[in-house]
Structure formats: C-alpha cells, structure tokens
Nanobody, 114 residues
Framework: QVQLVESGGGLVQPGGSLRLSCVAS????????MGWHRQVPGKQRELVAS???????SYADSVKGRFTISRDNAKNTVYLQMDSLKPEDTGIYYC????????WGQGTQVTVSS
C-alpha cells in the first residue's frame, strides 16, 4: 500500500533553515506530481510547493523565494529546503502525490520560534 514518511522537522529560530524529507512507496513515484502541504491549527491545510517528475516546481506566494522543493526519483524521495523561516511557517508539514487518493502520512512538525 501507499506509504508517505515525512521527517526533518524541528524547532528553529526565525531566520533559520530546515530540510524536510519524504520517502514514498507503494506507487510509481515518477508518474506523479509531488506536493508539500502544511497544516496550521485553526486553518485549512495549504499546498506550499509542488514538483513534477522532471523537476519543474511551483510555490505558494507565502514561501516563494524562501523554500525550494526537489525530488530524487531514484530514491522515491521529495525534499523541502526551507530558508529564512518565519514564525508563520510553524505547522505540520505533509507530502502527498497530486491526484492520487491516498491517506496523509504522519507529517513532521516545524516550529519557528525564538
């Protein structure tokens, strides 16, 4: 079955960086656009970045210029490099393939605070 395992979150000060990883299994990774989403308490889950198989990426305006999504198709892994972090980036981050009806993984908590 499909598994999505996110890691790399933590506590970081404003202006700091984190690199998230998501290892996927159970589907043909290269067939799908992969996305990183974040869930902030009291708000809807939002898509922050997407990447198609050959590497073209897109970003939410709130993270453009600060976050970089990438993928390693040989490792079935998608990454999210987060720089210049702000307190409003705090949340649980999830990866998910677009247009594939699968359950969310456990996510990884990112907390940006001084």
């Amino acid at each position: 079955q499909v598994q999505l395992v996110e890691s790399g979150g933590g506590l970081v000060q404003p202006g700091g960086s984190l690199r998230l990883s998501c290892v996927a299994s159970g589907f043909i990774f290269t067939n799908y656009i992969m996305g990183w989403h974040r869930q902030v308490p009291g708000k809807q889950r939002e898509l922050v970045a997407s990447i198609i198989s050959h590497g073209t990426a897109s970003y939410a305006d709130s993270v453009k210029g600060r976050f970089t999504i990438s993928r390693d198709n040989a490792k079935n892994t998608v990454y999210l490099q987060m720089d210049s972090l702000k307190p409003e980036d705090t949340g649980i981050y999830y990866c998910k393939p677009h247009f594939l009806d699968v359950s969310w993984g456990q996510g990884t908590q990112v907390t940006v605070s001084s």
